[in-house]
């Protein structure tokens, strides 16, 4: 049997010395690596010859964070598999990994033998996701079909309007801005209200900015 050397990133340190006392205790795992930033841990990778196939990385951590130790791995190491171990169970947070190139996404309170697995997966098969992180995902891809859904219902000039009124403008100001009269801007903004099902100002910025248009 195959043993599967293993890179531990994660500055707490109660949590990384923990872990690799678990993984110790299976002869199917050596732990090769354990650093607390990923500055140290790309520092000592590019000097050793004993490279790891699995990294477990923590995403909050000073200097360098799991998202762009990640990055740099992908770039550098591609076929180091990481494995995202975190208390993050943000959905942005998720994407911002997957796409760095994590090939598996855990929160720390999970079972052993679901970290197993997914090591196990990982450096097998590539990947490994749990039915949270799939869960989440199918969150994110149904809100962004709807985002789609609601911006392809605006019109040319009504997006225009929502860029104006991402500015310090008044309504009468987009309207000199726009060549248009004060009265059908006011149209545009009860039409973007009702399409984006928001009921002021505020709320148009936050979509604005959520969908880059300002």
């Not at 707490?12 to 678990?22: G, I, P, V």
């Not at 929502?162 to 009269?181: G, P, V």
């Amino acid at each position: 049997m195959k043993t599967i050397p293993i890179a531990i990133v994660d500055d707490h340190t109660l949590m990384s010395k923990a872990l690799e006392n678990m993984i110790a205790e299976n002869p199917q795992y050596k732990v090769v690596m354990n650093h607390p930033n990923g500055e140290d841990f790309i520092e000592a990778l590019e000097k050793t010859a004993d490279l790891p196939a699995v990294v477990l990385m923590d995403i909050n951590m000073p200097f360098k964070n799991g998202i762009e130790t990640t990055e740099w791995l992908s770039e550098n190491h591609p076929d180091i598999k990481v494995i995202a171990l975190t208390m993050e169970d943000d959905e942005k947070v998720l994407i911002k990994m997957l796409k760095a190139g994590a090939k598996g996404y855990l929160l720390k309170d999970m079972q052993p033998s679901i970290l197993f697995q997914a090591i196990d997966t990982v450096f097998e098969k590539g990947s490994f996701y749990t039915d949270f992180v799939a869960q989440k995902l199918l969150k994110v891809k149904t809100e962004d079909l709807k985002n789609q859904s609601l911006l392809s219902e605006l019109k040319e000039r009504e997006i225009e309007f929502i860029k104006f009124a991402c500015s310090e403008l008044t309504y009468k100001e987009i309207a000199d801005k726009m060549f248009l009269s004060p009265k059908t801007i006011d149209g545009y903004r009860d039409s973007v209200f009702i399409k984006l099902d928001i009921k002021n100002r505020v709320g148009l910025v936050l979509f604005a900015m959520k969908h880059n248009l300002c």
